[in-house]
């Protein structure tokens, strides 16, 4: 070992700056933060080369004076607090001293400010961490800083960053998240000359989502406000048809800093469950606000954890008011027919092939969906684990062991999928029994009033227009007509929500049935543990379990038939054996789900019409039947305004 000595200040700088400068985005994070704590109303960015060569802020803060200007750039130099009872209540988004510290260590700085009260401006050049010069400078108020060459000292890091356009990407996701984090402030951001971004900061949160997220996505938003417990949560979140595959676009801030916090995506996802397919994420734009004292920031700078006094008012707070305005939203989309730009000419289809027209058709309209585009874009079945899939879907038991019976892959399209039993036995009808649901043949009550969610909140809903009934069509869909809008239902989908919820709505005991014969379902013996080890939860799900000589099953749910119900045990194992801790809502609604789908009337097959009336009575009055449990649209609609333009009429 070589003899210990102190580092100098500026190797030790160096260091110290790679945890708050890890690339260029954290660059533009510290700037355009120390920009809001200056109470800018205007912030604009510019980047060259991914930022790694030029990066510019812009803002029209209070400014520095000439005096204080240098002192930003030593480490642990800062305005915004004094004492340590300061950190108890901090509400700058910065209050370490570090960023100007860190930044100006690796890279070199121009900085021009200029109070209100001052006369001139200043300007101030740093390089390695050491202030170089400090000259008077003709500026307007509010600051402007400049970085260039970063990382020009640190090889080492250098080496680290990616191409520049991703470190761009990166750049331009932090600005559209400080713009969503704060609509009062009109943000602007160049990339290599072009303009990529420009809020109008007119301080509506709408506005910001429509310029960051596209005027679609804005579209598909419902707006979210809601105290509890002392945590309010404000913004929008997306409607469950309007589902991503991934989480990239779910943003959350608390008390307008931007976080990423498992606590609260689950909170979020919790008020989608039923309404969202596995594998689909919903969008959201949530501000989080607590007090001060309630959460710690003093977390690392550069990292975007969040530390709550109590985690669980705020999980409670966001999945309820979520779940209460999801509640309250209708959610039909509305069919986009292709436009036809031209009408074509009559022997322009002579002439054509039908491939060609296809391929004509397509191309004429890059940008219009087709209906089939509609339903294909909805999101592919999981291919699942074994048991019980997400869609309702179930597995066979075949002569080699268990077969999974793909999903097919478009759901919309797939007419109802009878599990074909590996040998068919003949399966005695039960008798009815007085106290039993009676599932095959749905009970269609009269309409009723939806029951209350957690979180439902009393509002009087203004008369629906009458409606009417056309017809069925395809044996699939049920069409029906209110006011100038056509309801396309999808009679499946539409029907297993109903008696999901119906089947929610018997508390969480299912009815059973007793077994003459218990069943021994071919289970491993892990799987047998798992399901004796949660007999409580099973019993819920209306099955008996019994364990002397291997896993003996006395009794299962009403609805099914034994060899549906062995399939659900192992899914049900399975799902146990997966989840450290099992979630036993989750496994709940899973059996509920393939309960629904197996129970509900059958796409593809003719359904009387009266069954058609009382279906489309309780689903035209209930407008929280918006999904199949399995987050597919039950409904979509056609306008008029639509077909006026397919007939060019309009
Ligand atoms: P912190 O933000 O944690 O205080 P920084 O190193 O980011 O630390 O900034 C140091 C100080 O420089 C701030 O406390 C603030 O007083 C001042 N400062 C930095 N940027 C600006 C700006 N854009 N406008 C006004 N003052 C600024
Ligand atoms: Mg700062």
Do not use: W
Request: proline share 8%.
């Amino acid at each position: 070992m070589a003899k210990i000595h102190k580092l100098s200040p500026s190797l030790a700088d160096m260091i110290a700056a790679g945890e708050v400068v890890e690339r260029p985005a954290s660059v533009i994070k510290e700037l355009v933060e120390n920009a809001i704590d200056a109470g800018a109303s205007q912030i604009t960015v510019e980047i060259r080369n991914g930022g790694v060569t030029f990066v510019r802020v812009t803002d029209d803060g209070c400014g520095m004076s000439a005096e204080d200007a240098p002192t930003a750039f030593l480490r642990h130099a800062t305005s915004k607090i004094a004492a340590p009872e300061d950190l108890g209540h901090i509400t700058t988004m910065g209050f370490r001293g570090e960023a100007l510290a860190a930044i100006s260590a690796v890279s070199r700085v121009d900085l021009m400010t200029k109070t209100a009260e001052a006369e001139t401006g200043v300007s101030v050049r740093a390089e390695a961490g050491t202030v170089l010069d400090v000259t008077p400078a003709g500026c307007p108020q509010g600051t402007t800083i400049i970085v260039r060459d970063l990382f020009y000292n640190t090889p080492a890091r250098m080496k680290f960053l990616k191409r520049d356009s991703v470190e761009g990407s990166y750049i331009a996701g932090a600005v559209q998240r400080q713009a969503l984090a704060h609509p009062e402030v009109a943000f602007r951001f160049f990339r290599d000359g072009s303009r990529e971004l420009s809020t109008p900061g007119d301080g509506k949160l709408l506005s910001a989502v429509y310029t960051v997220m596209g005027r679609q996505a804005a579209k598909d938003m419902i707006e979210i406000q809601g105290t509890s417990d002392n945590v309010t949560v404000r913004g929008y979140v997306g409607k469950p048809t309007s589902s991503r595959g991934n989480r990239g676009l779910q943003h959350f801030f608390v008390n307008g800093r931007y976080v990423k916090s498992p606590m609260m995506t689950s909170a979020l996802e919790e008020a989608y469950r039923n309404r969202m397919m596995t594998g689909r994420f919903p969008v959201c734009v949530l501000h989080v606000e607590v007090p001060p004292t309630a959460v710690d920031v003093n977390v690392h700078p550069a990292k975007t954890e969040v530390k709550f006094l109590r985690e669980k008012d705020v999980f409670d707070a966001i999945h309820y008011i979520v779940l209460g305005a999801l509640n309250r939203t209708q959610d039909r989309p509305e069919l986009n027919l292709p436009k036809q730009r031209e009408t074509p000419k009559t022997d322009f289809y002579k002439t054509m092939t039908a491939e060609e027209y296809r391929t004509a058709s397509t191309l004429s309209r890059p940008e219009q969906k087709t209906v089939k585009d509609f339903l294909s874009a909805l999101p592919k079945k999981p291919s699942g684990s074994p048991g019980i899939l997400r869609d309702g879907g179930i597995q066979i038991p075949g002569p080699a062991g268990p077969v999974s019976v793909a999903p097919a892959p478009v759901p919309a399209q797939e007419p109802e999928k009878k599990p074909v039993p590996a040998a068919e036995t003949p399966v005695e009808e039960p008798e009815p029994q007085g106290s039993q649901m009676d599932l095959p043949l749905p009970p269609l009550e009269p309409p009723r009033a939806p029951e209350a969610a957690a979180v439902r909140i009393a509002e009087k809903k203004p008369e629906a227009p009458p409606y009417r009934i056309i017809g069925q069509t395809m044996a699939t869909y049920i069409l029906v007509e209110q006011g100038d809008t056509l309801l396309i239902f999808d009679k499946h989908a539409a029907h297993e929500r109903i008696l999901f919820e119906k089947l929610k709505a018997q508390g969480h005991e299912i009815m059973s049935q007793v077994l003459l014969d218990p069943l021994s379902p071919d289970l491993t013996a892990e799987e047998q543990a798992v399901l004796l080890d949660n007999s409580s939860l099973l019993s819920r799900l209306g099955f008996t379990l019994t364990g002397e000589h291997g896993l003996r099953v006395a009794a299962i749910p009403a609805d099914l038939e034994a060899g549906e119900a062995e399939i659900c045990l192992a899914g049900v194992a399975q799902a146990l054996m997966e989840g450290a801790a099992p979630d036993p809502d989750g496994v709940f609604d899973e059996l509920l789900h393939t309960m629904a789908c197996k129970a509900a009337i059958k796409g593809g097959r003719y359904t009387a019409p009266d069954e058609i009336e009382a279906l489309v009575a309780e689903l035209m009055a209930r407008d929280d039947i918006q999904h199949c449990p399995h987050g597919r649209p039950v409904c979509i609609t056609l306008t008029r305004g639509n077909l006026e333009h397919q007939f060019k009429r309009s």
